[in-house]
């Protein structure tokens, strides 16, 4: 088996020295608290999730009285969140479909195209990050509501193809693309779309993959838009639901908690599975931000 | 369609031009066949609700298909905040019907973004029964009505009367020795605390609610006519008075609750109205602020057992004894049609909210009952909001059938109001959210900061609430 | 080159400009429609007396007057640089420690980095949530039950003025640090260990590695991080709002809150919430400015 390599500061030759090793051992013991902070809470909510009422308010133990699985099934019916998990999944697809399309586009013209002009949409697109998104939800509502375009998924979906940030990254990314392929491609006689889809999007896997990650889980999370556009509890999303439900009185606060799980659990099965991708990728870009 | 319903119809439809209360119409019987559109309505009851409720609700909406056949009903779990609403108003998307509190008729009115529905009531010939006072609520200055009451409520306090008997609170009946005024409930709240380590009193105190908790304290300390918090000068202008020494008095007291008497729950600045009664419902405070209409909260949605629970009149202070009276009213989308109209008019009618009695009627304020009592609300009489004396005594014999309470744990605060023992005032006249709002900041602070300048502290909410009223009526 | 081969290819070039244009064209119409219109929108409302949505009348800078003159905009505002001051406190070292203590574990490295991130993909809504039961004043706490083990008596944490934002810097820090700590990792990863080896020959100890190679390497990464980070802190709105209501005694309200205030708690004046968001937006601005003139020769943007 390969001996895995010291990457840090401290050196293979340090480990000789008493007080580096102590120092190590005290890095470990840090490492382990951290881990133990970062977790806790989920552990703690997913007890909570088997209080009933009575015992939430009023119990000073973490552990609950009782494992029984029926709280949970119980607030599962009540919310009738199994519509909820499907709406979520049908925001989520259109919406990383519209983010990398959309997105991808532009920053292609950005970053590669480079048309007479492009600067100024640049400079745009830059600006709009620093932007506060809240203040104009009122405004772009009423455009929702001109277009007709209430209670449908499609405005959520698009909105996720204006997004300044997945721009920058796809414009990094272009830019830090060799420019000869693309020549190559160009005098080929491939048309500036061909070459978007055959040569560029091939070798954006990395990105593309990231920005997926990032629409998934905004998507996932988001809900003061999804909440005023899609109030009919036919499209309601999870975040939605949870939402509506933190605001009615007669919630209690064990149920509450119970959907706080529910609401977690997809995007930590999701990050289960991606945590290679997420914890290596994502972050190979973001240093880039 | 037979013609023995078409005649019906049409016979009903008469009686109604004329304004006769129509007391035997079934509820199979179609009253308007050709009325076709379709009504959304707000506050259908969630998932969350309980089975009986949403069965309810599915019964009318039965009902309704029958006695309108092709009025197409789509439920909306929509509640009302006045911050959700406009942006709905304006987008066109308002569901037909939803229910605003009293505070808002006005704002909306005056705002243009609720719907007219005064022809339809007097198609109905409800249009007399109105109390003026909600016509005055409900109505812009023409007269035009917008609005109609759903329900009223009058502000007294929630008992966990096991709490009460824990602190050897009773009398000789073994009935929890409440406080008839704000000085005693400090003292008991005190003798609570004392005794069963719980808080005496929970104060939610976040958002609007303690504002709006706290202008009935500070009416029994003397904020009324002269000293009121909210006045129009003689030249119509709208003036508030936080500073009058009745007010500081009352703020004073709101200190003393946290730091002399300590009695308030762990966190009063963020608890709102469901974490009020969850704490009182699960025995971890005695006593909450709160109103006939809000029983089954601690009981049934909280798990108090209805025999642990009691409701007594608002405790009077030393300069009067007021309870704060209000409700919540079911308005309309500003862009209903005369069609939509008439049919929300019917469904309210078969939610029994329009002063009639038919067997339809009684027989879902029963299923009603029936369904509280089911799930361990107490049944007590609601607080009409029609002046309809036969149609108020009916529904009194429906509730004594139903009654699953002890009823003197409740007798104090309905004869208060009966016999006048408690002045009703209605919530302070304009803009009150925003003025609870402030009231509230300036409580947050004397409940946190023992040493806080509290004159100091009204004044500025004062000076705010004024540059808000200027701007927004005043102005105009 | 002949005039016409001339002509040709800038017939070419103009082509290829208009087929770029056309390329770009669904994204940039989706950007004007979700970001940019709306946004131009708004400042337009701060200029105006509204009712809702309807402008009623021009009042120049009015509502600016009107707004910046209260009170609460100051304490809002105080509340605001007071969030990011915590947020540089707790949010902005403790990632960089995190990157450096998992940096040099080696055995379980993957296991710690995948932990810390994992609170990073959770709703933010539901953390908050979860959060506010953790503080809860009650005896049934989280915290309370935790620090009730190690003998102090219950407190009631959201109550306290001078500790709500620290505490919602925390929940913040909690979801956000280990994110940014992996891109530290990706930072120092770039370091070569033949650096650290080479120094450690020359009897450099471990703290003067830290000091001499390693924090160099990442200090250009930590001044963009930095930059982020305020910009988003500037921006809170909903942990507050959640999590205190603004509470107690406006001790939490942030800027965002306060226009978010005036648009939907109850006032409904537009005019003053956009007024409040120029207001941000403009010190956004003049932070960023200020930053990329420090750091002009280094970004790729200016």
């Given at each position: 088996m390969k001996k895995t390599q010291r990457?840090?500061?401290?050196?293979?030759?340090?480990?000789?020295s008493a007080s580096v090793k102590v120092g190590y051992g005290f890095i470990l013991l840090l490492c382990g608290l951290m881990v133990v902070i970062a977790v806790f809470p989920l552990i703690w909510v997913s007890l909570a999730g088997f209080k009933d009422l009575k015992e939430f308010v009023s119990s000073e133990s973490i552990i609950p009285q009782s494992f029984s699985p029926e709280p949970f099934a119980t607030t599962w019916s009540q919310l009738g969140i199994a519509k909820n998990y499907l709406n979520s999944l049908i925001s989520v697809v259109g919406s990383v479909a519209c983010a990398l399309v959309f997105n991808g586009l532009l920053g292609y013209g950005i970053g590669i195209l480079k048309p007479k002009g492009h600067g100024a949409v640049k400079r745009l697109v830059m600006l709009s990050l620093l932007m506060p998104p809240t203040i104009s939800i009122v405004p772009l509502f009423m455009n929702i509501q001109n277009l007709r375009m209430g209670n449908s998924f499609l405005p959520l979906w698009l909105s996720f193809g204006a997004n300044a940030m997945y721009v920058i990254l796809f414009v990094q990314f272009f830019e830090s693309l060799p420019g000869s392929i693309i020549e190559a491609s160009r005098i080929d006689g491939c048309s500036q779309l061909q070459t978007f889809f055959r040569i560029v999007l091939p070798l954006s896997k990395p990105i593309c993959t990231v920005i997926s990650i990032f629409a998934v889980n905004a998507a996932w999370s988001d809900f003061l838009l999804p909440y005023l556009v899609l109030r009919g509890a036919e499209k309601q999303t999870v975040m939605v639901r949870l939402f509506v439900f933190s605001t009615e009185?007669?919630?209690?606060a064990d149920a509450m908690m119970r959907s706080v799980v529910f609401a977690m659990i997809p995007p930590i099965i999701l990050f289960f599975i991606f945590q290679k991708q997420l914890t290596e990728n994502a972050v190979s870009v973001g240093i880039k931000g | 369609m037979s013609k023995v319903f078409k005649m019906v119809s049409l016979l009903l439809a008469l009686c109604m031009l004329s304004g006769i209360p129509f007391g035997f119409s079934a509820a199979e019987e179609v009253i308007d066949a050709d009325l076709t559109c379709t009504i959304t309505l707000g506050?259908?009851?969630?998932?969350?609700?309980p089975d009986a409720e949403k069965a309810l609700f599915e019964n009318y909406r039965a009902i309704m298909a029958k006695q309108y056949p092709n009025v197409t009903l789509v439920p909306d779990y929509y509640s009302y905040t006045l911050s959700n609403y406009v942006p709905m108003a304006k987008g066109g998307t308002a569901p037909s019907i939803f229910q605003p509190p009293f505070t808002d008729p006005q704002l909306l009115i005056s705002q243009h973004l609720v719907g007219d529905v005064t022809d339809a009531l007097e198609k109905f010939g409800?249009?007399?029964?109105?109390s003026p006072s909600y016509v005055e609520m409900l109505a812009d200055e023409n007269g035009r009505i917008y609005g109609l009451p759903r329900d009223g409520y009058v502000l007294g306090m929630h008992i966990n009367a096991a709490l009460f008997r824990e602190a050897g609170l009773v009398d000789e009946e073994g009935l929890p020795l409440y406080p008839k005024t704000l000085q005693e409930l400090a003292e008991y709240g005190q003798i609570i605390r004392e005794k069963t380590g719980k808080a005496g009193l929970v104060f939610p105190a976040s958002e609007t609610y303690g504002g709006w908790l706290f202008t009935n304290i500070a009416w029994n300390f003397g904020c009324v006519g002269e000293s009121a918090l909210e006045y129009q000068d003689e030249d119509g202008r709208w003036v508030c008075n936080f500073t009058s020494p009745e007010c500081i008095a009352a703020m004073e007291y709101m200190r003393d609750l946290r730091w002399k008497y300590d009695i308030l729950n762990a966190d009063a600045t963020t608890t709102d109205w469901a974490g009020a009664h969850s704490l009182l419902g699960t025995g971890e405070a005695a006593m909450n602020f709160a109103a006939d209409d809000s029983v089954d909260q601690p009981t049934a949605n909280k798990g108090l057992p209805v025999e642990d629970f009691a409701l007594i009149p608002f405790p009077a202070g030393d300069a009067g004894r007021y309870a704060l009276a209000g409700g919540t009213c079911y308005m309309f989308a500003p862009n209903i049609t005369a069609d939509q109209s008439v049919a929300l008019m019917g469904y309210l009618k078969i939610l029994g909210k329009l002063p009639f009695l038919d067997d339809s009627i009684i027989e879902g304020m029963r299923a009603d009952y029936q369904a509280k009592r089911d799930r361990g609300a107490p049944v007590i009489p609601a607080i009409s909001a029609w002046n309809d004396e036969a149609y108020n005594a009916a529904k009194q014999a429906i509730v004594d059938e139903f009654c699953n309470v002890d009823m003197r744990l409740y007798n104090d605060f309905f004869d208060s109001i009966s016999q006048g023992t408690i002045t009703l005032k209605s919530e302070e006249p304009v803009f009150a959210q925003q003025l609870y709002r402030e009231l509230t900041a300036v409580i947050q602070r004397a409940i946190t900061k023992e040493g806080a300048d509290l004159e100091k502290a009204l004044r500025k909410a004062e000076e705010s609430f004024q540059e808000y009223l200027d701007d927004e009526i005043n102005d105009y | 080159m002949s005039g016409q081969a001339k002509r040709l290819k800038s017939h070419a070039k103009l082509r290829e400009n208009i087929q770029s244009w056309l390329i770009m064209l669904p994204g940039l119409i989706l950007m004007t429609f979700f970001v940019w219109e709306p946004l131009f929108e708004s400042i337009r409302m701060s200029l105006y007396k509204t009712r809702n949505v309807e402008l009623v009348r021009f009042v120049g800078l009015d509502n600016f007057a009107s707004v910046t003159g209260k009170d609460d905009f100051l304490q809002a505002l105080q509340n605001t640089f007071s969030y990011t001051f915590w947020s540089l406190i707790i949010g902005f070292v403790l990632p960089i420690l995190l990157a450096m203590l998992i940096g040099e574990t080696v055995r379980g490295k993957s296991f710690f980095r995948t932990a810390v991130y994992l609170p990073n993909m959770l709703p933010g809504l539901a953390v908050i949530i979860l959060w506010s039961a953790f503080f809860?004043?009650?005896?049934?706490g989280v915290l309370n039950i935790l620090l009730g083990k190690l003998g102090v008596s219950p407190q009631s944490y959201l109550t306290h003025a001078e500790w709500v934002i620290p505490i919602i810097i925390v929940i913040a820090t909690w979801k956000g640090a280990g994110a940014t700590a992996l891109i530290y990792m990706a930072g120092m990863a770039g370091i070569s260990p033949e650096l650290y080896e080479a120094a450690a020959i020359d009897g450099a100890s471990v703290p003067k590695r830290i000091i001499h190679i390693l924090l160099p390497a990442v200090r250009k990464l930590a001044g963009t991080l930095l930059i982020l980070q305020i910009i988003s802190v500037f921006q809170i709105m909903y942990e507050p709002m959640v999590l205190t209501k603004g509470g107690p005694d406006n001790a939490s309200l942030s800027l965002m809150q306060l226009m978010w205030q005036y648009a939907?708690?109850?006032?409904?004046?537009y005019g003053k919430a956009s007024a409040v968001a120029v207001i941000v937006t403009l010190i956004l601005l003049v932070m960023t400015a200020v930053y990329s003139f420090f750091n002009r020769k280094e970004s790729d943007w200016d």
């Amino acid at each position: 088996m390969k001996k895995t390599q010291r990457t840090g500061v401290i050196r293979e030759y340090d480990m000789h020295s008493a007080s580096v090793k102590v120092g190590y051992g005290f890095i470990l013991l840090l490492c382990g608290l951290m881990v133990v902070i970062a977790v806790f809470p989920l552990i703690w909510v997913s007890l909570a999730g088997f209080k009933d009422l009575k015992e939430f308010v009023s119990s000073e133990s973490i552990i609950p009285q009782s494992f029984s699985p029926e709280p949970f099934a119980t607030t599962w019916s009540q919310l009738g969140i199994a519509k909820n998990y499907l709406n979520s999944l049908i925001s989520v697809v259109g919406s990383v479909a519209c983010a990398l399309v959309f997105n991808g586009l532009l920053g292609y013209g950005i970053g590669i195209l480079k048309p007479k002009g492009h600067g100024a949409v640049k400079r745009l697109v830059m600006l709009s990050l620093l932007m506060p998104p809240t203040i104009s939800i009122v405004p772009l509502f009423m455009n929702i509501q001109n277009l007709r375009m209430g209670n449908s998924f499609l405005p959520l979906w698009l909105s996720f193809g204006a997004n300044a940030m997945y721009v920058i990254l796809f414009v990094q990314f272009f830019e830090s693309l060799p420019g000869s392929i693309i020549e190559a491609s160009r005098i080929d006689g491939c048309s500036q779309l061909q070459t978007f889809f055959r040569i560029v999007l091939p070798l954006s896997k990395p990105i593309c993959t990231v920005i997926s990650i990032f629409a998934v889980n905004a998507a996932w999370s988001d809900f003061l838009l999804p909440y005023l556009v899609l109030r009919g509890a036919e499209k309601q999303t999870v975040m939605v639901r949870l939402f509506v439900f933190s605001t009615e009185q007669t919630v209690n606060a064990d149920a509450m908690m119970r959907s706080v799980v529910f609401a977690m659990i997809p995007p930590i099965i999701l990050f289960f599975i991606f945590q290679k991708q997420l914890t290596e990728n994502a972050v190979s870009v973001g240093i880039k931000g | 369609m037979s013609k023995v319903f078409k005649m019906v119809s049409l016979l009903l439809a008469l009686c109604m031009l004329s304004g006769i209360p129509f007391g035997f119409s079934a509820a199979e019987e179609v009253i308007d066949a050709d009325l076709t559109c379709t009504i959304t309505l707000g506050n259908w009851p969630p998932d969350t609700a309980p089975d009986a409720e949403k069965a309810l609700f599915e019964n009318y909406r039965a009902i309704m298909a029958k006695q309108y056949p092709n009025v197409t009903l789509v439920p909306d779990y929509y509640s009302y905040t006045l911050s959700n609403y406009v942006p709905m108003a304006k987008g066109g998307t308002a569901p037909s019907i939803f229910q605003p509190p009293f505070t808002d008729p006005q704002l909306l009115i005056s705002q243009h973004l609720v719907g007219d529905v005064t022809d339809a009531l007097e198609k109905f010939g409800v249009l007399e029964e109105f109390s003026p006072s909600y016509v005055e609520m409900l109505a812009d200055e023409n007269g035009r009505i917008y609005g109609l009451p759903r329900d009223g409520y009058v502000l007294g306090m929630h008992i966990n009367a096991a709490l009460f008997r824990e602190a050897g609170l009773v009398d000789e009946e073994g009935l929890p020795l409440y406080p008839k005024t704000l000085q005693e409930l400090a003292e008991y709240g005190q003798i609570i605390r004392e005794k069963t380590g719980k808080a005496g009193l929970v104060f939610p105190a976040s958002e609007t609610y303690g504002g709006w908790l706290f202008t009935n304290i500070a009416w029994n300390f003397g904020c009324v006519g002269e000293s009121a918090l909210e006045y129009q000068d003689e030249d119509g202008r709208w003036v508030c008075n936080f500073t009058s020494p009745e007010c500081i008095a009352a703020m004073e007291y709101m200190r003393d609750l946290r730091w002399k008497y300590d009695i308030l729950n762990a966190d009063a600045t963020t608890t709102d109205w469901a974490g009020a009664h969850s704490l009182l419902g699960t025995g971890e405070a005695a006593m909450n602020f709160a109103a006939d209409d809000s029983v089954d909260q601690p009981t049934a949605n909280k798990g108090l057992p209805v025999e642990d629970f009691a409701l007594i009149p608002f405790p009077a202070g030393d300069a009067g004894r007021y309870a704060l009276a209000g409700g919540t009213c079911y308005m309309f989308a500003p862009n209903i049609t005369a069609d939509q109209s008439v049919a929300l008019m019917g469904y309210l009618k078969i939610l029994g909210k329009l002063p009639f009695l038919d067997d339809s009627i009684i027989e879902g304020m029963r299923a009603d009952y029936q369904a509280k009592r089911d799930r361990g609300a107490p049944v007590i009489p609601a607080i009409s909001a029609w002046n309809d004396e036969a149609y108020n005594a009916a529904k009194q014999a429906i509730v004594d059938e139903f009654c699953n309470v002890d009823m003197r744990l409740y007798n104090d605060f309905f004869d208060s109001i009966s016999q006048g023992t408690i002045t009703l005032k209605s919530e302070e006249p304009v803009f009150a959210q925003q003025l609870y709002r402030e009231l509230t900041a300036v409580i947050q602070r004397a409940i946190t900061k023992e040493g806080a300048d509290l004159e100091k502290a009204l004044r500025k909410a004062e000076e705010s609430f004024q540059e808000y009223l200027d701007d927004e009526i005043n102005d105009y | 080159m002949s005039g016409q081969a001339k002509r040709l290819k800038s017939h070419a070039k103009l082509r290829e400009n208009i087929q770029s244009w056309l390329i770009m064209l669904p994204g940039l119409i989706l950007m004007t429609f979700f970001v940019w219109e709306p946004l131009f929108e708004s400042i337009r409302m701060s200029l105006y007396k509204t009712r809702n949505v309807e402008l009623v009348r021009f009042v120049g800078l009015d509502n600016f007057a009107s707004v910046t003159g209260k009170d609460d905009f100051l304490q809002a505002l105080q509340n605001t640089f007071s969030y990011t001051f915590w947020s540089l406190i707790i949010g902005f070292v403790l990632p960089i420690l995190l990157a450096m203590l998992i940096g040099e574990t080696v055995r379980g490295k993957s296991f710690f980095r995948t932990a810390v991130y994992l609170p990073n993909m959770l709703p933010g809504l539901a953390v908050i949530i979860l959060w506010s039961a953790f503080f809860s004043g009650e005896k049934s706490g989280v915290l309370n039950i935790l620090l009730g083990k190690l003998g102090v008596s219950p407190q009631s944490y959201l109550t306290h003025a001078e500790w709500v934002i620290p505490i919602i810097i925390v929940i913040a820090t909690w979801k956000g640090a280990g994110a940014t700590a992996l891109i530290y990792m990706a930072g120092m990863a770039g370091i070569s260990p033949e650096l650290y080896e080479a120094a450690a020959i020359d009897g450099a100890s471990v703290p003067k590695r830290i000091i001499h190679i390693l924090l160099p390497a990442v200090r250009k990464l930590a001044g963009t991080l930095l930059i982020l980070q305020i910009i988003s802190v500037f921006q809170i709105m909903y942990e507050p709002m959640v999590l205190t209501k603004g509470g107690p005694d406006n001790a939490s309200l942030s800027l965002m809150q306060l226009m978010w205030q005036y648009a939907f708690g109850g006032a409904m004046n537009y005019g003053k919430a956009s007024a409040v968001a120029v207001i941000v937006t403009l010190i956004l601005l003049v932070m960023t400015a200020v930053y990329s003139f420090f750091n002009r020769k280094e970004s790729d943007w200016d």
